[in-house]
Nanobody, 127 residues
Framework: QVQLVESGGGLVQAGGSLRLSCAAS????????RAWFRQAPGKEREFVAA??????????YYADSVKGRFTISRDNAKNTVYLQMNSLKPEDTAVYSC??????????????????WGQGTQVTVSS
C-alpha cells in the first residue's frame, strides 16, 4: 500500500524558515513527479512547487507566490521529497500536502492530476 507521510510543519514567526519532508513507502517514486500543494482555511487547494524527472535530470516549478523563497528537492535514496521554506509570510499559513506520480498527460500544477496524496501538515506563520 502506497503511503505519503508529511512532517516538519509547525508554528514559526514571519521571516522564519521551515523544512517539510514527504516520505513515501509502498513503492518508489524516484522517476516520477512529486509536488507540494497547500490549502488555507476557506480557500481551494493551490499548487506550491513540483519536481519532475526527465532524461536530462530534475526540473523544478514554483508558484509565483513562493518563487525565490521556497525550494523543492528530493533524496532518491530515501524516497523523500523536501520543501525548504524561507522568508515565511503569514499568507503562507496553510495545510501543506505532498503529491506523487503525475498521471499520463497531466499538468504539474493541477491537483486532479496526481495519483497519490499525503494527509498534510499544518504550517502557521505568525506576524
Amino acid at each position: 500500500q502506497v503511503q505519503l507521510v508529511e512532517s516538519g510543519g509547525g508554528l514559526v514567526q514571519a521571516g522564519g524558515s521551515l523544512r517539510l519532508s514527504c516520505a513515501a513507502s509502498g513503492r518508489t517514486f524516484n522517476n516520477y513527479s512529486r509536488a507540494w500543494f497547500r490549502q488555507a482555511p476557506g480557500k481551494e487547494r493551490e499548487f506550491v512547487a513540483a519536481i519532475s524527472r526527465s532524461w536530462t535530470g530534475d526540473s523544478t516549478y514554483y508558484a509565483d507566490s513562493v518563487k525565490g523563497r521556497f525550494t523543492i528537492s528530493r533524496d532518491n535514496a530515501k524516497n523523500t521529497v523536501y520543501l525548504q521554506m524561507n522568508s515565511l509570510k503569514p499568507e503562507d499559513t496553510a495545510v501543506y500536502s505532498c503529491a506523487a506520480e503525475l498521471l499520463a498527460g497531466g499538468i504539474y500544477y493541477r491537483t486532479s492530476d496526481y495519483a497519490y496524496w499525503g494527509q498534510g501538515t499544518q504550517v502557521t506563520v505568525s506576524s
